[in-house]
């Protein structure tokens, strides 16, 4: 049988992958942000303020899809990728 995504990881077991998320990330400088972290009930957010500034940035990069606010780098919708606090930009630019 192949291995399981991450994806179906999480949707077979939404509280034990949460929290084995949270044990793996402790210490880690670089937390990657994955889809499933806006439904996630222990995602951390930023403020609203903190996520305004971080599309704005987003917003002056080229590498936008400005119509979706989609970035071409890493695929992701960045009015939903701004407010997640551990969230960080392909280009680190935030």
Known sequence: MADLSE???YKANPEDYSKSLVEAR???VNKASRP???INPNTEYVSKEEA???LDICKSCP???QGLLQ???CGCFMKAKTTIKHAE???HKW
Request: aromatic share 10%; net charge neutral.
């Open 7 to 9: 994806w179906e990881k």
């Open 36 to 38: 499933w972290d806006l």
């Open 52 to 54: 305004a500034i971080r």
């Open 89 to 91: 930009c392909p280009l």
């Open 26 to 28: 402790s210490g880690e």
């Open 71 to 73: 970035c071409k780098k």
């Open 63 to 65: 590498e936008l899809i």
